[in-house]
């Protein structure tokens, strides 16, 4: 979803939103699967780190990582991340998604 190539193209989007998709952004804001569906926009440079995958249950994954991304000012912003993938009418689609604010990305990812 942070490659350009499919961070803008609204085919793959719909297929990968689940229908009740919704995030709590980086910002504190909710966002819903309609305000995620983003067709154009500037590439994200973005440095991800730290990622873990956990099975939640069957077809059901918590994927965690830490992003990195400059600011308009060139300032680095840093989030822990947590998403939910299901695997749904034979693919996987984003369930959920939370940015949370932190001081740096982690230097050590929690034990699986």
């Known amino acids: 979803m942070w490659h350009e190539a499919t961070r803008y193209d609204a085919a793959f989007q719909q297929k990968h939103f689940a229908p009740d998709f ?6 504190g804001q909710i966002h819903s699967r309609a305000d995620c569906l983003i067709t154009d926009g ?9 990622l873990q995958a956990r099975k939640l249950a069957p077809g059901t994954w918590l994927v965690t990582y ?11 912003l840093h989030a822990h ?7 749904l009418d034979g693919r996987w689609q984003l369930r959920f998604h939370q940015g949370t604010p932190c001081e740096a990305p982690c ?3 929690p034990a699986r």
Do not use: Y
Not at 22 to 27: N, Q
Not at 66 to 71: E, M, Q
């Open 42 to 50: 500037q590439a994200i440079h973005a440095h991800l780190s730290c």
């Open 22 to 27: 919704f995030e709590f952004g980086r910002s």
């Open 66 to 76: 830490d992003s990195s991304v400059p600011d308009p000012s060139g300032n680095r």
């Open 107 to 109: 230097t050590n990812a």
């Open 81 to 87: 991340r947590s998403s939910i993938w299901s695997w």
